[in-house]
């Protein structure tokens, strides 16, 4: 059972179910998007917006109902293809006869005028636009060959939390509810009903092995369009977009945690949609269908995010307090906002109460208890660990080793490692930028503080352990905001990098005034004036040194607990056992790949590698065993692997290198 052999086939059936999931998931979006145009009196901040952002919106709105309603039909044990698939399916169907017919007019004039082919014509026509294409291509393909490599390298998925998700996701479709015995209501289980949805339409299980597997590659891509798409919102200059490519490159902590397509990816990829809702004014209510998604797909993510929106809508409520007319639209479309959350976690609510049997205070309480965990009491070294050398610092840090104590150095040194390494520099250069505005224009200034709280937070959260040791909380957790984050690192490092070069512009200018010999340099030639300027300099040091950021730390964090021959034997269990199967197996020191057997019954020799043949005959007919997986170097007998292929009772399934799969007649 080779499954490396079908990769390819699988990786472009991955990519057409996922992208059918996203249109589905768009279109239902586009539904509450519509009727929000529709009603809205004064169409501020609504009509006139690209189809590229109404597009990614109406996907983050999709993804935050289609959770709600998971969770109301698991209330039902209804979770399935017809519910949660082909109904949406109809519902979309119905609302695009009822939009055709409602804007019939207006369709047929586009379409006799060739909109999409002017829209391309007019697209292509800017070499602006042809250059941003030609890097998000670029990045993409750069990351996607790195990753391909790295996945392919074995059949295991990367690291064990897949397993898990693999196993979550499965039990939802096999049963109509997610697994309570492994998910409360504060873990993320809305990621499970999400993976769910994309695979209700094929729910094989070998499938959803490769699913797990290769949808990292279109995660990435699909994340990267969006976050091009704002860079290019903020931002024009093509340096600017050369290198935000290059620092999203060097972002080794986030395309590691991408790779393994955790929740928290997800999570991150709804939260840099709802950056179009500040950037481009949407109405601030929307936001509240983003809240409630991530709180159903990562409540970490959502928890950091609110400190973000807090002191953002603080920030607006002040500078508007004068303007009583947008000072109460303001508060009204919050109120807005925490009306759609509640509506949104209705059912999520429901559910505490009449499946875990906890009231709304016992929620409360238990997620802030963990704030007070006590396995991660400690910043950097773990005190049951006893050989835990220093590592070297990243530079420049090690310079401060005589003047800083060393814990607090490691924080900054973790800091920088796990977002862009020294170019972290930038972004907290970026918190002394101010933007002078005209009377009466405050929207540059608001996105600039806007991304200014990302860093800050990011710097109080993770140095308020410091101060305060029992927030074990974010101890064990600082890292996981880098990940969140990681785009408006980015975007404030450009900021800095745009406001860097401006100053650079300004010393080149007094350069030329003053010394003559750099002003006939300058002024010699077209090529010269371009490349001695100072901020040309500045831009090319720039790019070198991310360019080789990135070649020194290309390749992602992963790792593969499983050897292929033990993948190969659980995929043949997953696919061929029947439900409720007893199957024996040896202690292996990681046994979450076994999760994915989760409707069987999966249990560890008692007998030891000094066991005779007998010992391990009576062992499996005393536990009642349907499969034996016989491991050929567990044993120290040799001979007890010839005898069970010679006995009758034993039918072998499947072989390799490692292991024997036996199917056992009772």
């Known amino acids: 059972m080779d499954i490396s052999s079908n990769y390819v086939f699988n990786f472009l059936l991955v990519g057409l179910i996922f992208f059918l999931f996203f249109f589905i998931i768009t279109i239902f979006g586009y539904f509450f998007l519509f009727f929000i145009k529709k009603f809205n009196k004064n169409k501020e901040g609504i009509d006139n917006k690209s189809i590229l952002e109404e597009l990614f919106i109406s996907f983050g709105i999709g993804v935050s109902v289609y959770i709600s309603l998971g969770y109301f039909l698991d209330l039902f044990s209804l979770f399935n293809f017809y519910t949660a698939y082909l109904s949406i399916i109809v519902f979309n169907f119905l609302f695009l006869i009822y939009y055709y017919f ?3 007019e207006i369709l047929k004039k586009k379409w006799n005028s060739n ?7 007019a697209y292509f026509s800017r070499r602006d636009n042809i250059f941003l294409l030609g890097v998000i291509i670029l990045t993409i393909t750069i990351i996607s060959i790195i990753q391909w490599f790295v996945i392919i390298e074995s059949t295991s998925l990367n690291y064990s939390d897949p397993f898990k998700w ?31 949805g994309v695979l209700l339409i094929y729910p094989d299980y070998l499938f959803g092995y490769y699913y797990f597997k290769f949808i990292p590659l279109y995660f ?21 977009i050369l290198l935000a490519g290059l620092l999203i490159l060097t972002s080794r902590y986030f395309l590691s945690r991408t790779l393994l397509y955790l929740s928290s990816a997800l999570a991150s990829g709804i939260l840099i949609i709802s950056l179009i809702i500040i950037i481009k004014k949407y109405p601030d209510y929307i936001m509240g269908f983003f809240i409630a998604g991530m709180y159903f797909i990562h409540n970490l993510t959502t928890f950091y995010y609110l400190f973000v929106l807090i002191g953002f809508y603080l920030y607006r409520l002040f500078y508007i307090r004068e303007n009583r007319k947008e000072l109460m639209k303001q508060v009204r479309f919050l109120t807005l906002s925490i009306l759609i959350i509640t509506i949104l976690l209705i059912p999520y609510i429901v559910g505490i109460y009449t499946i875990y ?16 965990e006590t396995d991660y009491g400690y910043i950097l070294f773990d005190p049951n660990v006893s050989d835990q050398g220093l590592a070297k610092l990243i530079y420049p840090l090690d310079f401060f080793t005589p003047l800083i104590e060393i814990e607090l150095l490691k924080l900054f040194d973790e800091l920088f490692e796990r977002s862009i390494y020294l170019f972290f520099i930038l972004p907290l250069i970026g918190l002394l930028i101010n933007i002078k505005q005209p009377v009466n224009n405050n929207e540059d200034q608001e996105k600039l503080i806007f991304f200014k709280l990302f860093i800050i937070i990011i710097l109080i959260f993770f140095f308020l352990p410091y101060i305060f040791l029992n927030l074990n909380l974010f101890i064990k957790f600082r890292k996981r905001i880098l990940q969140s984050f990681s785009l408006p690192i980015i975007i404030m490092s450009l900021y800095s990098i745009k406001w860097i070069v401006k100053l650079a512009n300004k ?25 001695f300027k100072i901020e040309s300099l500045f831009i090319f040091m720039l790019m070198i040194s991310t360019s080789s950021s990135f070649v020194m730390h290309r390749y992602p964090d992963y790792y593969y607990y499983y050897d292929d021959e033990l993948v190969e034997v659980v995929l043949y269990l997953r696919t061929h056992a029947e439900s409720g199967s007893k199957i024996l197996r040896e202690d292996f020191d990681s046994a979450v790949i076994f999760r994915m057997l989760y409707d069987m019954e999966i249990k560890k020799y008692d007998v030891n590698e000094t066991s005779s043949y007998e010992d391990l005959i009576n062992e499996v007919h005393e536990r009642h ?6 491991s050929k170097d567990f044993f120290d007998n040799a001979t007890i692997e010839d005898r069970l292929c010679g006995n009758s009772r034993f039918k072998v399934l499947l072989e390799n290198d490692e292991f024997i799969l036996f199917k056992y007649k009772n």
């Not at 369009?225 to 093509?238: G, H, T, V």
């Not at 065993?625 to 016989?630: A, K």
């Open 102 to 104: 409602k804007n019939k």
């Open 220 to 240: 990435i891509s699909l994340y990267l369009i969006i976050a091009f798409s704002i860079i290019r919102k903020l931002f024009n200059e093509r340096y600017i």
């Open 507 to 531: 010393l080149t200018q007094f350069l030329v005034l003053k010394f003559n010999l750099y002003r006939k340099i300058v002024n010699s030639n077209a090529f010269y004036s371009r490349i």
């Open 357 to 372: 049997g906890d009231s709304l205070l016992d929620f409360i309480g238990h997620f802030f208890y963990r704030f007070e």
């Open 166 to 196: 693999y196993s979550d996701t499965f039990y939802l479709i096999d049963n109509g509810h997610i697994n309570y015995k492994h998910l409360d209501y504060n873990y993320p289980s809305g990621y499970t009903y999400f993976n769910a």
């Open 625 to 630: 065993i349907d499969y034996l997986i016989f």
């Open 115 to 121: 909109v999409l082919y002017n829209f391309l014509k």
